[in-house]
């Protein structure tokens, strides 16, 4: 089996993660503040012993759905989130933090159509 | 048995990281490096196992709990081809748990745990994971 140092492993692994492009980077930033609300509202329907199908029931959506935003397949909208807000009777807080390190502040501009179709495919 | 682990990831917010044995290293990397789609799901659900408050979710769930080690499983695409990574849960003596990629597989059929499976997992037990510092060469063992 082919040697490999540790660094070299961990520069591999670095290396296809970090390749992203602005779209994936976009993607990904999309996903993880989904994730932020995805996490709580998890927490809240295990304490509450509520499954993904009487939520789905309750919103009035598909557990199928359901599902696949719980699982990162489909993105989370505001609709879904607000009526997940009144059906477990809770509210989200929210704060914005800066970031420590340096981030792009401003991407290309994309066009309204391009932008809408991306987003379809998501 | 022991082994050998690197750390990929480490989360900004608790005591923990997400890391791969260095023997089945390679074998990951090249899964996951195959195709984009990989990649992404993964970079999502890393950052959705340690930076957030629930480590277990729909695609990250313990499966086995034996004495020293726990076993959990990462589901990327569980309605796709269903490939997992079987992972080794430990907690070092600074209490930092780190979650190791150790068992690579592919196409998983059966939604229950077989017994050829369950074989492999028992193998996992027996692993004694200790982290190789930057500089390691496998080839030293």
């Known amino acids: 089996m082919k040697k490999l140092k540790a660094d070299m492993i961990k520069a591999k692994f670095d290396e296809i993660f970090e390749n992203r492009t602005e779209q994936e980077q976009l993607k990904l930033d999309a996903y993880m503040l989904m994730a932020a609300f995805l996490s709580e509202i998890e927490i809240i329907l295990e304490h509450e012993k509520i499954s993904k199908k009487t939520l789905a029931q309750k919103i009035d959506t598909s557990p199928s759905y359901l599902t696949q935003v719980f699982r990162g397949d489909k993105p989370l909208n505001f609709m879904t989130l607000a009526k997940i807000q009144t059906a477990l009777n809770i509210q989200f807080e929210t704060r914005a933090l800066k970031n420590q390190t340096t981030r792009p502040t401003s991407f290309k501009k994309t066009p309204f159509k391009k932008r809408q179709k991306e987003m379809a495919s998501y | 048995m022991r082994r050998n682990f690197i750390v990929l990831r480490r ?3 608790y005591n923990r990281t997400i890391g791969v044995d260095i023997a089945v290293a390679e074998e990951i990397l090249q899964f996951l490096g195959s195709s984009r789609k990989y990649i992404e799901k993964t970079d999502y659900l890393f950052h959705r196992i340690l930076e957030h408050r629930n480590i277990y979710f729909d695609n990250y769930k313990r499966i086995k709990t034996f004495q020293r080690v726990h076993i959990s499983e990462i589901r990327i695409f569980p309605n796709g081809d269903n490939c997992r990574i079987y992972c080794c849960e430990v907690n070092d003596k600074n ?3 780190h ?3 150790a068992k690579l597989l592919i ?4 939604r229950e745990i077989t017994k050829k499976i369950e074989q492999q997992l028992e193998v996992l037990k027996n692993y004694q994971y200790e982290e190789a510092k930057s500089g390691y060469d496998q080839s030293q063992i």
């Open chain 2, 11 to 13: 989360s900004r917010r």
């Open chain 2, 99 to 101: 979650i190791i990629m």
């Open chain 2, 95 to 97: 209490n930092l748990q």
């Open chain 2, 107 to 110: 196409k998983k059929k059966d």
